[in-house]
């Protein structure tokens, strides 16, 4: 049982391109911590560089105390499933769970008592003796976790493990990945640009962007506290609105002002904000869920409903620019209508125009 | 239904047409192999008989008898099994690494070593004789099986390097990375991984360097000149030809037995050269 620091980790390579910098994080012993962020964000690289098949170009990666990036991938005591699955084609189902086993010394009964045992939990006993091309995805996809499972190691890496199944058994095993969390407790480290997995599975989430880590919290910190417009952006489905304007003071109390939109802040915030009042550069982020159809902070032309049964997801285009609202119920509105906006203030993140960055409040 | 049932004729009559076509071509090339064989059973005099037969009328085994106790034929088939063995043995552990070497290492001029090595086909192979003779005979290893294995390596490692890439290009990299994690040193990773699923490849880039150095006659000619180093191919002609006439029936015999290693070779093998392990194991 460990944890996994990282330590101004920095990785470029040969071509010149920089995969991630000063890359600092502690992920908690036990923890179930995800890297999420778009393509291309150096999630995999990160993991790679955990598990020893790529070398940092500067900083350190810390097992517990151990610094661990001189040590070869087997000699680090952790276990990897590849987005791939990598399951050894010319091996049996069997043979693929005992590999690791077989790499460690371990006599061949209790190799085979083990992988039966572990079988039988991932339901994989009437397979023992197929070879992976002869499984399906979700089978696949339990025997590498499987091979993962069965020597117990101290550090779980996970690179999107779930991106080749269907919707259905990607669902269930979610479920499944979360229970096997919550049983053996083991440090597991997940890879993923979906934030849907990210937001049910993971005690905390490490959003990244182009190499960079923008903010490490649990998922309602990173849902609720955004550090920056990226991170508002990219957490939360269909996506946050963002809406440029100004803060300005209205009788001691502060009020975001863009074209055609108007939101009056609550006492406690007015207060923080009051130092912050500009008539423009101001970044207004509003989630689709905080917005309603009912009057109070301005007004819209619909474009599109979609209507999703037990909600519509309406576009509607105002002078501050298109903004989409989940509207709770059936047939809330229709295309062309001219439909009034009201923005739930509590709820109101703004960030400053120039840097993105989320404003003290 | 009618229309169905002239469909299914019709592709009844084609797969008859195949079958008589594929026997017709087996028959063509198998008929000089039992003339071969029928000859070398014959007595001596039945060999010209007229009308010829292709069944022996009397079948006797004196020709082999003669071949293996009366002639230096046994030296020459050990000396052809060492060459032809050492060569593939050779062959494949150098091609095997070199490929591996090839697709998995960055260096500088990996591709360019890749692509010269092919150059040793851009040549007869009677341009190459004197070069390689002189480096033979510099090293000391003229009239040796050593000499005669490498220079049969030298012919057979190009396609056998060429043949292995392409099956260690299509294996997911992956594969080994797993490996390690799960334990295994590198070398462990080539031995567990990649050279199980370059076996097809492994098996018939070791079938065509046997072959090649098992029927090899003008290097082997040129480099071996004394006895105790000759190999099959040139053994047994000049052996045979010592006299003023040509002993048909024992030189019969003797390919009869040079055909065998090369037939027991393939029947082995043939299963592992068509199946290989396939996609399926990699998903994305
Ligand atoms: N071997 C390599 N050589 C050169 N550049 C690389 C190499 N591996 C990755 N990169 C680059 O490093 C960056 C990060 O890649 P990485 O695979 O870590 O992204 P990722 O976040 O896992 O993306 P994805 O979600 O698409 O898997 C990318 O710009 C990629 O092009
Ligand atoms: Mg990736």
Redesign the pocket.
């Known amino acids: 049982m460990v944890s996994v620091r990282y330590q101004h980790l920095h990785k470029a390579?040969?071509?010149g391109?920089v995969?991630l910098q000063d890359f600092s994080l502690e992920v908690a012993d036990g923890e179930f911590l995800t890297f999420l962020?778009?393509?291309?964000?150096?999630?995999?690289?990160?993991l790679r560089m955990t598990a020893g098949l790529e070398t940092p170009t500067s900083g350190e990666i810390f097992f517990g105390e151990r610094p661990v990036v001189d040590l070869p991938p087997g000699r680090r005591n952790i276990a990897m499933v590849f987005q791939s699955y990598a399951l050894y084609p010319h091996m049996t189902v069997q043979q693929n769970l005992e590999y690791p086993l077989r790499k460690q010394g371990v006599a061949r009964d209790e190799r085979a008592r083990r992988a039966t045992a572990l079988a039988a939990t991932l339901q994989l006993d009437a397979l023992l003796h197929r070879r992976p091309k002869h499984l399906s995805g979700g089978q696949q996809q339990r025997v590498a976790l499987g091979r993962a499972l069965i020597r117990e190691p101290e550090v779980f890496l996970l690179d999107?493990p779930l991106s080749n199944l269907d919707a259905e058994l990607r669902t269930q095993m979610r479920a499944e990945l979360i229970q096997l969390h919550r049983r053996i407790g083991r440090t597991m480290i997940y890879?993923t640009?979906d934030q849907v997995e990210a937001m049910t599975m993971s005690t905390r989430i490490a959003v990244?962007s182009k190499?960079e880590l923008q903010q490490v919290g649990t998922p309602l910190e990173i849902y609720r506290e955004p550090r920056n417009r990226f991170v508002a952006a990219f957490v939360g489905s269909p996506a946050m609105n963002f809406v440029e304007g100004g803060i300005e003071l209205r009788d001691g109390r502060a009020v975001f002002r863009a074209a055609g939109l108007e939101v009056a802040l609550p006492d406690a915030r007015s207060a923080r904000l009051a130092g912050l009042a500009r008539a423009s550069g101001v970044l207004a982020g509003i989630r689709p869920e905080h917005l309603s159809l009912e009057p109070g902070s301005g007004e819209g032309r619909v474009l599109v409903v979609e209507a999703m049964g037990h909600e519509d997801i309406v576009t509607a285009e105002t002078p501050a620019g298109r903004i989409v609202v989940r509207s709770a119920g059936t047939a809330t509105a229709a295309a062309g209508d001219l439909v009034p906006l009201r923005v739930d203030p509590e709820k109101l993140h703004l960030f400053d125009a120039a840097s993105g960055e989320r404003l003290a409040c | 239904m009618s229309g169905r049932r002239a469909l299914r004729l019709r592709r009844r009559l084609l797969r008859v047409a195949a079958d008589l076509t594929t026997w017709a071509l087996v028959l063509a090339v198998a008929f000089p192999l039992f003339w071969m064989l029928g000859t070398s059973l014959k007595p001596s005099a039945e060999t010209f008989a007229l009308p010829p037969t292709l069944i022996p009328a009397h079948v006797t085994f004196e020709h082999f008898r003669t071949l293996l106790f009366e002639t230096p034929f046994p030296t020459y088939f050990l000396n052809s099994v060492i060459v032809a063995t050492g060569t593939t043995l050779l062959v494949i552990v150098v091609s095997l690494l070199g490929a591996y070497s090839v697709v998995r290492f960055r260096y500088r001029g990996r591709r360019l070593a890749a692509q010269m090595v092919l150059f040793t086909y851009l040549l007869p192979a009677v341009v190459l004789l004197l070069p390689l003779y002189l480096i033979l005979a510099s090293l000391g290893l003229v009239n040796s099986l050593l000499g005669l294995i490498l220079a049969y390596t030298t012919f057979a490692m190009p396609f056998s390097l060429w043949l292995l890439r392409s099956f260690i290009l299509a294996m997911p990299i992956d594969l080994e990375e797993a490996a390690m994690v799960d334990g295994a040193s590198r070398v462990e990773a080539f031995l567990d991984v990649v050279v199980p699923q370059a076996l097809p490849g492994i098996i018939s880039a070791a079938l065509f360097s046997f072959i090649l150095s098992w029927n090899e006659y003008l290097y082997a000619l040129v480099f071996n000149r004394q006895d105790h180093t000759k190999t099959l191919p040139p053994g047994v002609i000049t052996m045979l030809q010592q006299n003023t006439n040509t002993e048909w029936s024992l030189l019969m015999a003797a390919s009869v037995m040079m055909a065998v290693p090369v037939i027991v070779a393939f029947v082995f093998l043939q299963r592992h050269l068509t199946s290989g392990f396939g996609a399926g194991a990699v998903k994305g």
């Open positions: 390579f040969g071509d391109s995969a962020g778009p393509s291309g964000c150096g999630k995999t690289t990160t999107e890879v640009h990244m190499g």
